[in-house]
Structures are given as structure tokens and as C-alpha cells.
Antibody, heavy 117, light 107 residues
Framework: EVQLVESGGGLVQPGGSLRLSCAASGFSLSAYWMHWVRQAPGKGLVWVSRTNSDGTTYADSVKGRFTISRDDAKNTLYLQMNSLRAEDTAVYYC????????????WGLGTLVTVSS | DIQMTQSPSTLSASVGDRVTITCRASQSISSWLAWYQQKPGKAPNLLIYKASSLQSGVPSRFSGSGSGTEFTLTISSLQPDDFATYYCQQYDSYPRTFGQGTSLGIK
């Protein structure tokens, strides 16, 4: 059974850093493109970043501040978030791409990041 | 960036109703469109991909159509479990973009 479990969220001050993890099971992370998507409280879904064997892509709003990476040996996806701002407050989901740049067929439950002083 | 616009933003319907949600892209995305259902406090769930392909395990009352810039999601006969928020998403180019969502409530 495919499962994605995020962790690492919490309360952080503006300008601070946080690293999110997404532990995958039931499939090999190395065989799939993976994404991060976020959702601010009461708002819609916003794509953040993706990674595959060929590279990474970021939304303009996080470029230069966030870094997506993966540890295939641990079957875990990461999102390093630096220089956090209040507008980064959201539930962060990791999601599996069903093919090479296609729809997202499995999602984690999400982890809440709150940026506030 | 490709802008995705859903209509309506909110919708009230009754069990058994046929419901249609529209999604328009600001430029052609061929058939690279997905529909997701999200319930409060839960992760999104993929319903339709490539505009009209039903994801495994999704009830057949859900269907999708369209290509280019205009797409629809239809629920043929609403069930109590279908009251949720629905999002379209384009995956033609980066950044991936979602519609603003359609909240489907009970009339």
C-alpha cells in the first residue's frame, strides 16, 4: 500500500528555518517524480516544488529560499525552508506524480507550518 | 503562468442531482488537466486525470470532459459523500496551477 507521511512542521519565527520530511512506503521514491503542495488556512492549493532524477523546479514565491531533495536510500523526500515569512504559513503536502510530470495520484496527510512571532 | 478559473465558486445541490463544474485555462493545455476532491482536514484525492480518465477506485458517477482551454467535471447523481471542495489543476507546464476551488454544499 502506498503511503506518504509528512513530518517536521511547527511554529517558527519569521526569518527562521524548518525542514519537512515525507517518508514514503509501498513504492520506491527513486522511480517517481515527487512534489510539494501547500494550502494556507482556508485557502486553495498552491504547488511549491518538484523533483525527479533530472532536476528540480520551484514556484517563484519560494525560489532561492526553499530546497527540495530526496534520500532514495531512506525513501524520504525533504523540503528545506529558509527565510520563512508569514505568508509561508500553510499545511504542506507531499504528493507523488503518477507519471513523468502528470497528475498527483497519492498525497500525504500534510504537516502544518506556522510562521509567526 | 497558466491561470485556472473554476465556476461556480460555490454550489448547493441535493442528493441525486446532476452537477457540473467548469474549469477554464488562460491558454491551451491540451488534455493535461486533473480534478481533485478535498474534504475538510483531509488531503486532496485524485478523481480524473488527462481531462477524462477516471482514476482507479473512483466511482463511475464522476466524469470529466474537455480539451484546450475549457473543461468540465460532472457528477451524474450526487451522493452524500460527494459534498466537498473540488479543484482542477493543469500539468501542461510549470508552475503547476490549481483553480480556486468549488465548494459543493448541501441544498
Amino acid at each position: 500500500e502506498v503511503q506518504l507521511v509528512e513530518s517536521g512542521g511547527g511554529l517558527v519565527q519569521p526569518g527562521g528555518s524548518l525542514r519537512l520530511s515525507c517518508a514514503a512506503s509501498g513504492f520506491s521514491l527513486s522511480a517517481y517524480w515527487m512534489h510539494w503542495v501547500r494550502q494556507a488556512p482556508g485557502k486553495g492549493l498552491v504547488w511549491v516544488s518538484r523533483t525527479n532524477s533530472d532536476g528540480t523546479t520551484y514556484a517563484d514565491s519560494v525560489k532561492g529560499r526553499f530546497t527540495i531533495s530526496r534520500d532514495d536510500a531512506k525513501n524520504t523526500l525533504y523540503l528545506q525552508m529558509n527565510s520563512l515569512r508569514a505568508e509561508d504559513t500553510a499545511v504542506y503536502y507531499c504528493a507523488r506524480d503518477q507519471g513523468d510530470g502528470h497528475a498527483f495520484d497519492y498525497w500525504g496527510l500534510g504537516t502544518l507550518v506556522t510562521v509567526s512571532s | 503562468d497558466i491561470q485556472m478559473t473554476q465556476s461556480p465558486s460555490t454550489l448547493s445541490a441535493s442528493v441525486g442531482d446532476r452537477v457540473t463544474i467548469t474549469c477554464r485555462a488562460s491558454q491551451s493545455i491540451s488534455s493535461w488537466l486533473a480534478w481533485y476532491q478535498q474534504k475538510p482536514g483531509k488531503a486532496p484525492n485524485l478523481l480524473i486525470y488527462k481531462a477524462s480518465s477516471l482514476q482507479s477506485g473512483v466511482p463511475s458517477r464522476f466524469s470529466g470532459s474537455g480539451s484546450g482551454t475549457e473543461f468540465t467535471l460532472t457528477i451524474s447523481s450526487l451522493q452524500p459523500d460527494d459534498f466537498a471542495t473540488y479543484y482542477c489543476q493543469q500539468y501542461d507546464s510549470y508552475p503547476r496551477t490549481f483553480g480556486q476551488g468549488t465548494s459543493l454544499g448541501i441544498k
